[in-house]
């Protein structure tokens, strides 16, 4: 398999770091020390093409391929998580979910305005009993006729506070188990809909992670995606590309703190020379970039197969298990090669490493990861 990069895509990626570099890395310790949510550099975002990076042109997306898209997480989040969180979500769950299985009606309402970052998507499945668990769904969907009432609370919600357009999964028929969920898109500002407290979390602090509140909210059936009952096999391929979303932030947070670690490493001095001439860092640096090196082409590995329209869940999950563990990893060793200097915020690593352990928790645990990888084994 050939991973030799585009021109497209290396645009695409010196872009995106360019980015990074410019417009995220001033002012991203104040972000995440405050919990300020990155409003202006989400904005730049959209306007570069970056909200909406793999939808198709005539929904004012940027056509682009499912590895330009790793590319740019991995830049964006080398330096902010906070903010390719929130371009995650609107790419792999919100706007990937539209396109691909919403009707024409509905791309053009939401579609065109969530790939150009004017409206932001949040994808609301996770309850305060039911994470990982879709098909313990508690939030409820009558069934009214032209709409339905939904009622029910959603946690852990990343884009909570900010997005415009929500993709609630709900149970509508209890007794039909996974067959009795829908997927609805609903509007914020519609009447019973209500956004609850911001959450203080450990890493990740810039992004808008809120819990959300639904009485008797009424949603018209126009909102629903699919047929009746589609909304577990929605979420549940929506989430396996989000998985290559969450293990690109993986990737980006890893490789960040490898090129602190490298970098300092080749400035502190220690014992008469650059720690980097001591051979125990050395064999930290080479651990770190034989491990980034590895998910990096796992997550190219599990987008080459979804643009080729072949069967990518077993790659994601792999490529989310093994980036989100190296993510881990590496930061904390990061933090060590600079010492008491790491624990200072000054110096980033900290951060990154605060950061890394979500990519262990969003888009189904590590140990959910490993239930996917088993079953995909054993069917073969």
Same mark, same amino acid.
């Given at each position: ?76 989040? *080398? ?37 150009? $970052? ?26 009214? $006729? ?20 929500? %993709? ?12 009795? %969920? ?13 956004? $609850? ?68 490493? *080749? ?42 329209? *072949? ?9 989310? /298990? ?29 951060? /990154? ?10 888009? $189904? ?16």
């Amino acid at each position: 398999m050939n991973f030799e990069l585009t021109e497209e895509q290396l645009a695409v990626r010196d872009a995106a770091r360019d980015f990074a570099q410019t417009e995220l890395l001033p002012g991203v310790i104040e972000r995440d020390e405050n919990q300020i949510y990155p409003k202006e550099q989400v904005k730049k975002l959209g306007e570069l093409g970056f909200m909406g990076m793999m939808a198709d042109p005539k929904y004012n997306g940027g056509g682009m391929d499912s590895i330009s898209y790793v590319l740019a997480m991995e830049e964006i989040s *080398k330096v902010d998580a906070s903010c390719s969180v929130v371009m995650s979500v609107n790419n792999s769950l919100v706007c990937w979910g539209i396109e691909k299985y919403g009707n024409e009606e509905q791309k053009e309402k939401y579609l065109t305005k969530l790939t150009t $970052g004017e409206h932001i998507g949040a994808f609301c499945l996770s309850e305060p009993e039911a994470g990982s668990d879709a098909t313990s769904q508690r939030t409820t969907a009558i069934d009214m $006729g032209d709409h339905y009432l939904l009622n029910g609370t959603k946690n852990w919600i990343t884009n909570g506070g900010t997005a415009s357009t929500y %993709i609630v999964i709900a149970q509508t028929d209890a007794d039909k188990k996974h067959h009795g %969920i829908n997927a609805l898109i609903v509007e914020k500002g519609m009447d019973g809909f209500v956004v $609850g407290k911001k959450e203080n979390k450990l890493g990740i602090r810039g992004s808008d992670t809120h819990s959300l509140m639904f009485t008797d909210v009424k949603v018209p059936k126009a909102n629903r995606i699919g047929e009746d009952g589609f909304g577990f096999k929605f979420a549940m391929s929506t989430l396996n590309g989000g998985r290559i979303g969450i293990a690109s932030q993986a990737l980006g947070i890893a490789s960040g703190a490898y090129e602190l670690a490298l970098q300092y490493s *080749k400035e502190r001095k220690a014992f008469g020379k650059e720690i980097s001439q001591h051979q125990a860092i050395q064999f930290k640096l080479s651990d770190m970039a034989t491990q980034i090196e590895a998910a990096r082409l796992m997550c190219f590995h599990a987008a080459a197969l979804k643009d080729q329209g *072949k069967d990518y869940v077993k790659a994601a999950a792999m490529a989310k /298990l093994f980036a989100s563990k190296a993510a881990m990893d590496i930061t904390v060793e990061a933090v060590q090669v600079h010492g008491g200097y790491g624990f200072v915020k000054e110096y980033h690593v900290e951060r /990154l490493m605060r950061d890394a352990k979500i990519t262990q928790i969003y888009e $189904g645990t590590s140990e959910i990861q490993k239930i996917v990888i088993a079953r995909e084994l054993l069917k073969k």
